[in-house]
Every structure is written in structure tokens, then in C-alpha cells.
């Protein structure tokens, strides 16, 4: 097995697999980089190029991270994501009022998802601070998908919300006599309540990612 593959490649290869088995998608250049102890990116682009090659895998020029396993030893390659779709969703950081959700200056970087993880059309993802919402399932450090085009949500959803133009928050929404109720999802802390021209909905909560 591998008899025709130098020591680099099978690492690069093994490490492809493990990543889209893990994750469901390929990994980056930069991230074969470091996995593989590879200094330089040209290299992985050589290593990726041998194996395409040998037919060990197959690229899709036209998407990013596309890689396709080839590698007889693994059956059923859609079963485990190998092939999947991959979507780059926008990370934000800093959120500025009176801007569109996703103007330039709010991004932090672009993060590649499977595209069959994510619900909604006009998506992005926010970093979660805190431990507002752990009954919920929803931890600090935790990555959630935020749909902004759900931004009239029904009583109960989790939505993220822009509170007086500055702090961003995540918690489940209601809507009472006018005001807008913010709950969190922790024992340890109150309701916090608005008028309406306090809050901006943000868009619904549609999905969560958790690294380790």
C-alpha cells in the first residue's frame, strides 16, 4: 500500500482523510502545513499535485478546499463528507450600528463549513462569549450560525441581537406589551428587558459549531 508515495505524501493523504472524516471538509494549505510539519505552502501545492497525479485524490479548481479521495482503501467517500460542498461563512467581530450586518469592517476572517450543515441563505457565524446560555447547550467559545435574514423571529427562538447600537448578545426572544424580553438560558441570570428601539434582531440562531 502507498508504495509509490514518498513519506511526505502519505502524511499529507492521511492527514486529508483524517480532517474530512473529523470535519466533514479538507483541510486548508496552511493547515496541511502545520499538521504535516511542512514549511512551505509550495510544497503541500507539489505534494497535492503528485497525489492528484497518482490519482490518490481529484480537485475541483473552481471551489475552494475541494479535494475528492480517490483512495480505494476508503469506501463510500460521500458517506463521510470527503465530497461535500463547502461554504465560507463570514466570522464577525466587532458589530457597528447603523451598518449592514455584513459590511466589510464587521468580518474578522471567512470559516469553511459543509454547505449541508448550513440552514438559510444569508448566513454568518458569531464567536460566543460568556455562560448566559449554557442551558441551552450553548458555551463560551462556542461558534453559532446566525441566519440575518429571520429578523422578525416567533416567541421562544434564539436570536443575536445588537442591544443600543453596541453590545451583542445571544438569547432567546420574546415580545411582551410592547417590550422586548431577552432570556437567557442560565439560572444564574435575569431577564433583561428593552423597548423596542433599544434592540436589534440580528437574525435567528440556526446552527452551532464547537471546537475542541
Not at 499538521?35 to 471551489?63: C, G, N, Q
Amino acid at each position: 500500500m502507498y508504495e509509490d508515495l514518498k513519506e511526505k505524501d502519505i502524511a499529507v493523504l492521511d492527514y486529508i482523510k483524517e480532517h474530512c472524516g473529523a470535519k466533514g471538509y479538507p483541510p486548508s494549505v496552511r493547515e496541511i502545513c502545520k499538521k504535516a510539519d511542512i514549511k512551505s505552502t509550495s510544497t503541500v501545492f507539489a505534494v497535492l499535485k503528485r497525489l492528484e497525479k497518482l490519482e490518490y485524490i481529484r480537485k475541483d479548481p473552481t471551489k475552494p478546499r475541494a479535494i475528492e479521495i480517490l483512495d480505494k482503501s476508503i469506501e463510500n467517500n460521500d458517506a463521510i463528507g470527503l465530497n461535500a460542498e463547502i461554504l465560507n461563512l463570514p466570522l464577525l467581530g466587532q458589530i457597528a450600528a447603523g451598518e449592514p450586518i455584513l459590511a466589510a469592517q464587521n468580518i474578522d476572517e471567512y470559516v469553511p463549513l459543509p454547505a449541508s450543515h448550513i440552514q438559510g441563505k444569508n448566513c454568518f457565524l458569531l464567536k460566543v462569549k460568556g455562560d448566559s446560555m449554557i442551558e441551552a447547550g450553548i458555551f463560551e467559545r462556542d461558534y453559532i450560525v446566525v441566519d440575518a435574514s429571520q429578523t422578525t423571529p416567533s416567541q421562544g427562538k434564539i436570536v443575536a441581537a445588537l442591544i443600543n447600537g453596541d453590545d451583542a448578545t445571544v438569547k432567546r426572544f420574546y415580545k411582551k406589551d410592547g417590550k422586548i424580553i431577552l432570556k437567557p438560558e442560565n439560572s444564574l441570570y435575569s431577564d433583561m428587558v428593552f423597548e423596542a428601539n433599544e434592540v436589534e434582531i440580528l437574525g435567528t440562531v440556526t446552527g452551532l459549531f464547537r471546537t475542541f
